[in-house]
């Protein structure tokens, strides 16, 4: 079974740009989590989806973040304007259903912002 | 929330000897523990998990353990091999939430 896809890898921009990541769920998942991971920490929930409905959004910076998954299968993550501390690897992870325990990660996007 | 503290950051160890990680969590109502290994630059994956109704599992050579009243759990690695150098996250997922709360990971080192 193919896994959770993430484009692109890496990026780098400068400060107050803006920046999109894009997620490919494992097909059938209904749940799908994008993860801050800043290096040398373990990955923080920004938000969850159930399908296209939001669960979880507590930890996302409204201010700047935004996230959508309009059709219930792919997502993207964006950020504008980007800081300095943005700096991290996106994760995006998906499970079969809001209630499984057992979460997919994808390779992550690494971002870095100057 | 939850709250996760993991030790210890780095863990050195040579090839054959043992690795303990150990971890904390705040919530009693945390239910599920997994444990991720995470290779340089690639994803998390998921190696173990236990959940509450049990004490311990096991897994060739990599087994965790629970105590709920003390709430701590820990990873245990026998015969460490080079290639389970990584880092290694600990996680908790209350009941309530189902949303993992992770730690800060371990790096471990096992020199051949």
């Known amino acids: 079974e193919a896994g959770v896809a993430q484009s692109p890898r890496y990026k780098i921009i400068e400060k107050r740009q803006s920046v999109a990541f894009w997620c490919n769920p494992i097909?059938?998942?209904?749940?799908l989590y994008w993860y801050q991971q800043i290096l040398g920490q373990g990955p923080k929930l920004l938000i969850q989806?159930?399908?296209?409905?939001?669960?979880?959004d507590s930890q996302l910076p409204k201010d700047r973040f935004s996230a959508e998954r309009l059709k219930g299968v792919d997502s993207t993550l964006k950020i504008q304007p980007a800081k300095l501390e943005d700096s991290a690897v996106y994760l995006c992870?998906?499970?079969?259903?809001?209630?499984?325990?057992?979460?997919?990660f994808g390779p992550g996007t690494r971002l870095t912002v100057t | 929330g939850e709250n996760v503290e993991q030790h210890p950051s780095t863990l050195s160890v040579q090839e054959g000897d043992s690795a303990v990680i150990k971890c904390t969590y705040s919530?009693?109502?945390?239910?599920?523990f997994p444990w991720y290994k995470q290779e340089l630059g690639k994803r998390p994956q998921l190696i173990i998990d236990?959940?509450?109704?049990?004490g311990e599992k096991k897994d060739q050579r990599i087994a965790v353990t629970l105590n709920k009243t003390a709430k701590h759990f820990s990873l245990h690695i026998t015969e460490t091999q080079p290639e389970d150098s990584a880092v290694y996250f600990c996680a908790a997922r209350s009941g309530g939430s189902y949303i993992p709360t992770f730690g800060r990971g371990t790096s471990l080192i096992v020199h051949p």
């Open positions: 989806f159930q399908n296209n409905g939001v669960v979880d």
């Open positions: 097909s059938g998942h209904a749940t």
């Open positions: 919530d009693s109502a945390s239910n599920y």
């Open positions: 992870a998906s499970s079969l259903e809001e209630f499984s325990y057992e979460q997919y």
């Open positions: 236990i959940r509450s109704n049990v």
